[in-house]
């Protein structure tokens, strides 16, 4: 019995400080949100094994988890009607209301989902309940894109099936056939998906042959930009769930099809660095100690190391190119994308990506609308289901459902 209740109190102990992180006060809910990222980190961990014995992308572990406990079907309901089809040769998943007259037109949102260009589905139960929800209370019908995923692609493949997927919906006839106000149109991801969101709307907005454009872009905690990985909002999360820098630096690597050796040079923005000329023009357009306001900027220093390592632009160009970094767009491309949301969270790296381009985009002179939730992390946003709830993810939905409601 002893013997029993010493091994329960040493394994209590082991998974306590597995479990534990200490986590800043002011973020919802700190407990649950070391669960998670104890399971996250769990099957990042095994993950990392596997790949390390050359046995299975780490990505495809990942994935494989997600499949396994959250893809789920195409289940209608009395309200809303789903279904996968392919647009262009692009997977998406249909969410169509059923209420309103016959004939009446819709409003409608095209949705990126995120994860890393790596991870996720429109098909993953968390964004089939958000597109769901949306579908229901904006009366709108919603196409979730189902863009292939690192490591199988890479840009400008994630970017490309984005841009095909809402191309095709944007075309008049199919706005007919689901009885879609032409006028009445967003594009919107979170993350990953607020980055391809971000960069399908700049083409979209200068394309002249286009006869339909998006009316607003919704973007959540959007990654924007991978010149600097020590933007304040960088340095202060470092070590703030379930986005940890390393991992981000990783994302950007495989999606961009470049060396994972990389990943530490870049922390120490050696890619960015001043005595390299090409990425000069990069650097000025994420100058955060002109775009960020104080309370954001506090006493953080920017990091700008003398001198860098020329290599990894060279093998990695599209680390300069706006389709993969809508940050580095010009003044005039930015002038002309529609009206925008930027959702940003206090405890998540990409804070700053999301605040930097809500301020170009007012300069350009687009009104944006920027909502900061002072204790939110990274992701919050589908944490608003069960079995994964947190009252930051549930307020986070409902305001972006009510903008779209106000604005589309
Ligand atoms: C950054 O670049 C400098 C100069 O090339 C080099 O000495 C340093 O080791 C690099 N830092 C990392 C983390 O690779
Ligand atoms: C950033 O902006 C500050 C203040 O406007 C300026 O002094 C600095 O030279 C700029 N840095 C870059 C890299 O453009």
Not at 14 to 20: K, L, Q
Not at 335 to 346: D, F, K, M, Q
Request: hydrophobic share 45%; net charge neutral; with cysteine.
């Amino acid at each position: 019995m002893k013997r029993i209740f010493a091994v329960t109190c040493l394994l209590t102990a082991v998974f306590a400080y597995y479990i534990y992180t200490p986590l800043p006060s002011t973020i919802s809910e700190p407990w649950k949100l070391m669960l998670l990222d104890a399971t996250f980190r769990s099957v990042m961990g095994l993950g990392n094994l596997v790949h390390s014995l050359g046995l299975i992308h780490h990505v495809r572990v990942l994935n494989f988890a997600v499949n396994q406990f959250e893809l789920q079907g195409p289940r209608s309901s009395e309200a809303v009607r789903v279904r996968d089809t392919s647009f262009s040769g692009v997977q998406v998943r249909l969410f169509e209301p059923t209420q309103g007259e016959p004939g009446q037109l819709k409003r409608a949102v095209v949705y990126l989902h995120g994860g890393g260009w790596a991870l996720g589905s429109a098909r993953m139960r968390s964004y089939d309940f958000l597109c769901r929800r949306m579908a229901e209370e904006l009366n709108a019908v919603i196409v979730s894109v189902d863009y292939r995923l690192a490591p199988d692609a890479h840009f400008p493949q994630q970017y490309d099936d984005a841009l095909l997927a809402a191309r095709h919906f944007l075309r008049p006839e199919v706005l007919a056939r689901f009885s879609v106000d032409p006028d009445r149109v967003a594009v919107s991801g979170d993350s990953a998906g607020g980055n391809l969101a971000a960069a399908v709307a700049q083409q979209i907005s200068v394309d002249s042959s286009a006869s339909v454009r998006f009316k607003l872009q919704a973007l959540i905690y959007p990654v924007l930009q991978a010149l600097d990985f020590n933007t304040p909002s960088y340095q202060q999360n470092r070590d703030v769930p379930i986005l940890y820098r390393p991992l981000m630096a990783r994302f950007w690597l495989e999606y961009l099809d470049g060396d994972p050796s990389f990943v530490q040079p870049m922390l120490a923005n050696n890619h960015s660095a001043l005595d390299l000329t090409r990425a000069a023009p990069g650097r000025e357009k994420l100058n955060w100690t002109r775009l960020l306001p104080p309370a954001f900027k506090r006493d953080y220093r920017p990091v700008a190391p003398a001198r860098g390592t020329a290599r990894i632009i060279e093998e990695v160009p599209a680390l300069l190119d706006a389709r993969a970094a809508p940050l580095l767009a010009e003044p005039e491309v930015l002038g002309r994308s529609p009206r925008a949301y930027v959702l940003t969270c206090e405890h998540d790296v990409l804070r700053d990506d999301g605040a930097m381009y809500a301020r170009r985009l007012q300069e350009a002179g687009v009104p944006v609308t920027h909502d900061h939730y002072g204790d939110g992390f990274h992701g919050c946003m589908i944490f608003a289901f069960w079995p994964t709830y947190f009252s930051v993810g549930e307020r986070t939905v409902a305001g972006y459902i009510r903008w779209l409601d106000q604005n589309l």
